[in-house]
């Protein structure tokens, strides 16, 4: 006869199954870093190659270097330290800087794929978060557009706010994408390219929820693919603690 019975978790099995969850979150983290890792490192090389042909620009891309360096150790810290997003990181920021970093990072791609860059923002677009991480979501949805693109053609970039949120759309005119991929888009490893590992899109969706955001992509095939990106719009008050 057979006969259940429920065991109790004891101790030592409690702590080996959360040891098991640490690791499986410190895996997905992993994987994720090493795909952020891959942008900046060619960015760097690309930048210093740039610098030693003794292209214009050299003092902006010195700050570039800088600034994807410290992308990088922060991105190192959030992993050793285990964090999930700290609130407290977050700063008061424009998304019209990020998109001047984004036209200065991009520069060189742009050029060689012939692609153009229409920025068109509100002035001073307003959003509290983290800025590497945003920054994040940028470079992953431009690097997607680019190699939608590959060669000729427009990327554009439009951005404005109401009293509750604010809207950017970054659109390309690439191939765009069957409809029947699309609801798939954002799932970890999905992806339809060699070399990808399909996480990018998976963690941009996760750091805009994080920020309290919305991601939604569409697209028209032979026309091209659009995303929006919604964040909440700071309130007055913290508004106002800009100097
Ligand atoms: N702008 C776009 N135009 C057409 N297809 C896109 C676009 N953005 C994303 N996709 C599709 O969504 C898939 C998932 O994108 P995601 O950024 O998550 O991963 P990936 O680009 O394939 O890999 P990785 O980001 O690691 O380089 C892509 O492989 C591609 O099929
Ligand atoms: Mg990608």
Same mark, same amino acid.
């Given at each position: 006869?057979?006969?259940?019975?429920?065991?109790?978790?004891?101790?030592?099995?409690?702590?080996?199954?959360?040891?098991?969850?640490?690791?499986?979150?410190?895996?997905?983290?992993?994987?994720?870093?090493?795909?952020?890792?891959?942008?900046?490192?060619?960015?760097?090389?690309?930048?210093?190659?740039?610098?030693?042909?003794?292209?214009?620009?050299?003092?902006?891309?010195?700050?570039?270097?800088?600034?994807?360096?410290?992308?990088?150790?922060?991105?190192?810290?959030?992993?050793?330290?285990?964090?999930?997003?700290?609130?407290?990181?977050?700063?008061?920021?424009?998304?019209?800087?990020?998109?001047?970093?984004?036209?200065?990072?991009?520069?060189?791609?742009?050029?060689?794929?012939?692609?153009?860059?229409?920025?068109?923002?509100? *002035?001073?677009?307003?959003?509290?978060?983290?800025?590497?991480?945003?920054?994040?979501?940028?470079?992953?949805?431009?690097?997607?557009?680019?190699?939608?693109?590959?060669?000729?053609?427009?990327?554009?970039?439009?951005?404005?706010? *109401?009293?509750?949120?604010?809207?950017?759309?970054?659109?390309?005119?690439?191939?765009?994408?069957?409809?029947?991929?699309?609801?798939?888009?954002?799932?970890?490893?999905?992806?339809?390219?060699?070399?990808?590992?399909?996480?990018?899109?998976?963690?941009?969706?996760?750091?805009?929820?994080?920020?309290?955001?919305?991601?939604?992509?569409?697209?028209?095939?032979?026309?091209?693919?659009?995303?929006?990106?919604?964040?909440?719009?700071?309130?007055?008050?913290?508004?106002?603690?800009?100097?």
């Amino acid at each position: 006869m057979l006969s259940f019975r429920s065991i109790p978790l004891d101790n030592n099995h409690t702590h080996l199954t959360r040891h098991a969850e640490r690791l499986i979150s410190l895996g997905e983290m992993s994987a994720g870093l090493v795909h952020e890792f891959k942008n900046p490192i060619t960015s760097l090389r690309g930048f210093i190659e740039l610098i030693r042909a003794g292209v214009a620009y050299e003092e902006e891309y010195y700050q570039v270097i800088g600034d994807e360096l410290n992308r990088m150790e922060r991105l190192t810290h959030e992993l050793l330290s285990f964090a999930k997003p700290q609130h407290q990181d977050w700063e008061l920021m424009t998304i019209n800087s990020i998109c001047q970093d984004m036209a200065i990072l991009f520069r060189q791609q742009l050029l060689t794929h012939k692609i153009h860059l229409n920025v068109d923002l509100t *002035d001073n677009l307003h959003f509290l978060g983290n800025r590497c991480q945003i920054k994040q979501v940028f470079i992953n949805l431009i690097k997607n557009a680019i190699e939608a693109i590959e060669e000729e053609g427009s990327i554009y970039i439009t951005g404005i706010h *109401d009293t509750r949120e604010l809207h950017v759309t970054i659109k390309d005119t690439g191939p765009g994408i069957p409809h029947i991929q699309l609801s798939n888009i954002m799932e970890a490893f999905f992806t339809t390219k060699q070399s990808g590992t399909g996480l990018g899109l998976n963690m941009s969706k996760k750091i805009v929820e994080d920020h309290h955001g919305k991601l939604i992509a569409t697209s028209k095939l032979n026309e091209g693919t659009m995303f929006t990106l919604s964040l909440p719009y700071p309130d007055i008050q913290t508004l106002g603690q800009i100097s």
